[in-house]
């Protein structure tokens, strides 16, 4: 294996390891604009200029992205040699990119801006008039091009290539009139298309539907986990006004790299939408009527006994969903079981999936739910709840988390004795229930999800519920309190990822400090056979 010097510090690498990444094992960053690594290397922006010295002979700059490391090198990244070709590049990179920063919407997190400040100069030999391009292309409904401000990277041709599987992108014109281009003059669609909205260095290709919404340095970002399906990516919710203004991948290499998918970036205002429950409801002289939590939380353990007591155990059933973190599904199966309820199940939702990272499950937590085992327990199942309604078999319905609005029982609830429901929204379920207690979605709680391969991810907080709506967490722990006053119950979602941990062995021996920075992989075995 070779062994080189970077700024003077010794390093042995892989065979096959260019300069660029062994300067990054020893936390030194060379500026980039074309390179990437989940890319093939293009070498074509030039900005990652080092100056190379071998036992045979010495190189005055080149580019570190495409040189593979060899025995003896020595690399220096901040000698004057190097630090003049930088800026001499970003001069040129400069030459016929607008003065339009103010305006732009990439201002902020633009390494154009950045490493002209870092690695530019304060002079342009260059007196001529710009070059002017396109400016304002819809390459979609989804994204915006802009020809003026693309440096040519080429990290969305390549992308389109060879993570698109297509050949939608491509250079077009000749010399400083090249531009990005559609093919063929259509639309850039693609179920991953607006990746290249993240790769794009400058701001050439923006997305639409974040454009102008908000500068981003007054964005609040949490990292997180995506909750629109069972692949769980890693993201970054971006916040203003405790608002969710867009979603971003987070590099996960584990579940998925850089990248995810456009569906999921998007599908993120349902979080804000009129049908928001902010407070609890009971129902009073049939209508629904605002209540606090506590009188709401009391209602429901009381009318859930007194079905248990007047018809038994089995005469409940209760929904839980594959929508809730591992924390909640753990304390929503304790509260069940305190109280007696043995027939439990979860709603599947099925949709398309790929076989890249769009999961066929709709439900980020399946494997979760599956593996704490409230899926498909006692005698009625969801596909019999109908039946066993009608049949009298059933009397009361708690669903947690979930609705049933496209399943047929939820015609024959209101004749039942008691429904409680719990929702982040006021669904076509919670119009009948009993008692509807206020939750929250995933952008707005704490947690962990369990993911279609068996990767245990952090779920974090962005933004506050609205009103009185409270984390589901809260709500679950409130509910095993008043069913089991004398008991230890946890108080945090960590405390009861530690139970989950001791209760249930595919979790064993993980700790929620170790999520903060990656994503835990249950063991292989216990996994269960995913929707994909």
Known sequence: MPTLTIDGREITVEPGTTVIQAAEQLGIFIPRYCWHPGLAIAGNCRICQVEVVTPKFRWPTTIACNLTCGDGMEIRTDSEEAKKARAEVMEFLLINHPLDCPICDQAGECTLQEYSFEHGQDKSDFDEEKVHKSKRIEFSDKITYDGERCILCTRCVRFAREVGGDEQLAVVERGDHCEIAVAHGGAYEHPYSMNVTDLCPVGALTSTDFRFKTRVWFLTDTPTTCGSCARGCSITVGARWDKVQRFTPRENADVNKWWMCDEGRLNYKFVHGEDRLGGALVRRDDELVEAPLSEALDTAQKS?????????????????????????????????????????????????????????????????????????????????????????????????????????????????????????????????????????????????????????????????????????????????????????????????????????????????????????????????????
């Open 304 to 532: 859930l006994a007194a079905v248990i007591e007047a018809h038994g155990a089995d005469a409940v059933f209760g929904l839980v969903s594959a929508r809730l973190t591992n924390e909640e599904i753990f304390v929503a199966k304790e509260w069940l079981s305190k109280v007696g309820v043995t027939n439990l199940d979860v709603k599947a939702r099925v949709g398309e999936g790929d076989d890249f990272l769009i999961s066929g499950d709709k439900n980020p937590n399946s494997t979760g739910a599956q593996l704490i085992g409230v899926g498909g327990v006692g005698e009625v199942k969801l596909d019999g709840l109908s039946a066993a309604v009608k049949a009298g078999t059933i009397k009361a319905v708690v669903v947690l988390g979930d609705d049933l609005d496209d399943h047929e029982a939820l015609g024959n609830l209101s004749g039942l004795e008691c429904v409680i429901v719990m929702d982040f929204r006021m669904s076509e379920t919670a119009k009948k229930a009993h008692v509807v207690l206020p939750g929250c979605t995933w952008v707005e709680k704490e947690g962990t999800f369990t993911n279609c391969d068996g990767w245990v991810s952090k779920v974090n907080p962005a933004i506050s519920a609205p009103a009185h709506a409270r984390p589901d967490f809260e709500i679950l722990v409130e509910l095993l309190r008043r069913a089991d006053p004398e008991g230890e119950h946890p108080g945090r979602p960590e405390k009861a990822f530690q139970a989950l941990g001791e209760a249930v062995p595919a979790f064993a021996g993980m700790k929620v400090a170790d999520l903060y920075a990656r994503s835990v992989r249950v063991a292989e075995e216990a996994v269960p056979a995913s929707a994909d």
